[in-house]
């Protein structure tokens, strides 16, 4: 029903920016919240941030006073603004987008981006 194809990610040195995007497509009344998620090598998928339909955010501990969500509803696309990266922040990052449970018979899964590589070196 939703399709989601995020981008911006690269290789980047420690101290430096990067912006990621998301950008939604198909049945986009599905889509709640919104939110990146990211995953490094032998550790576990973490949530990064997320973002309400009206705007609400919410941050990691990681990822507070470094990140910035945001979104454009008529765009039905998300981003994320990432400043004074760390080695640590290298991980595959994922787009995801929560469902409206509202619409449930319409709208029946959560939806995933396929991920953008962001490396920071030392």
């Known amino acids: 029903q939703v399709q989601l194809v995020d981008s911006g990610g690269g290789l980047v040195q420690a101290g430096g920016s990067l912006r990621l995007s998301c950008a939604a497509s198909?049945?986009?009344?599905?889509?709640?919240?919104m939110g990146w998620y990211r995953q490094a090598p032998g550790k576990e998928r973490e949530l990064v941030a997320t973002?309400?339909?009206?705007?609400?955010?919410y941050y990691a501990d990681p990822a507070k006073g470094r990140f910035t969500i945001s979104r454009d509803n008529a765009k039905s696309t998300v981003y994320l603004q990432m400043n004074s990266l760390k080695p640590k922040d290298t991980a595959v990052y994922y787009c995801?987008?929560?469902?409206?449970?509202?619409?449930?018979?319409?709208?029946?899964?959560?939806?995933w981006g396929q991920g953008t590589q962001v490396t920071v070196s030392s």
């Open positions: 973002i309400a339909s009206d705007g609400t955010t």
């Open positions: 995801h987008a929560d469902r409206d449970q509202s619409i449930w018979y319409r709208c029946e899964i959560d939806y």
């Open positions: 198909g049945d986009t009344i599905c889509i709640s919240a």
